[in-house]
């Protein structure tokens, strides 16, 4: 099992809060919200089972916003950044087991002091951290052996 980021900016593309207002409740009751996100540059090294960490940047407040799973494989598709340099880019599917509201994320800082040894904001999806570190950080907020 290995774990891996996936990144939220508000500023590109993709403004989070329509979909967070649907999630949250839904993941309050229990429920695995399935989403397909981008893996950046990679195209392998990822499986289903392996553990998601979503962190929020670009805009304050910075921070761990979503825990779950990754459920599938990784498949090339349109990149969804029409200004990106590739045409293309790789996706997995997610299987979301916790989130946290958008303006209340894990704090950066406590990211940070968590595992110092972890870019939490890099530039793109699909970063490997510890699978230990996800660990610790499902379990700090309460989410089970995500």
């Known amino acids: 099992m290995r774990a891996f980021l996936f990144l ?11 979909d967070w207002e649907r999630w949250l409740p839904r993941a309050e009751a229990g429920k695995t919200i399935r989403v397909e996100w981008n893996t950046g540059t990679r195209r392998r090294g990822m499986t289903p089972g392996d553990l998601a960490v979503m962190v929020k940047v670009g805009w304050h407040p910075k921070g761990a916003i979503a825990l779950g799973r990754i ?5 090339v598709g349109p990149h969804w950044n029409p200004e990106a340099k590739r045409p293309e880019t790789g996706f997995v599917d997610l299987d979301l087991t916790t989130l946290l509201p ?12 968590l595992d110092p040894s972890v870019r939490w904001t890099p530039r793109m999806c699909g970063t490997e951290i510890p699978v230990t570190t996800a660990q ?10 995500d």
């Not at 459920?71 to 498949?75: E, L, P, R, Y």
């Not at 610790?136 to 052996?145: F, Q, R, S, Y």
Request: charged share 15%.
């Open 71 to 75: 459920a599938s494989d990784i498949w």
């Open 8 to 18: 939220v900016n508000p500023g590109l593309h993709y403004n989070p809060y329509p």
């Open 102 to 113: 958008l303006d209340d994320p894990f704090p950066l800082a406590n990211l940070k002091l």
């Open 136 to 145: 610790n950080l499902a379990e700090i907020v309460g989410a089970g052996d």
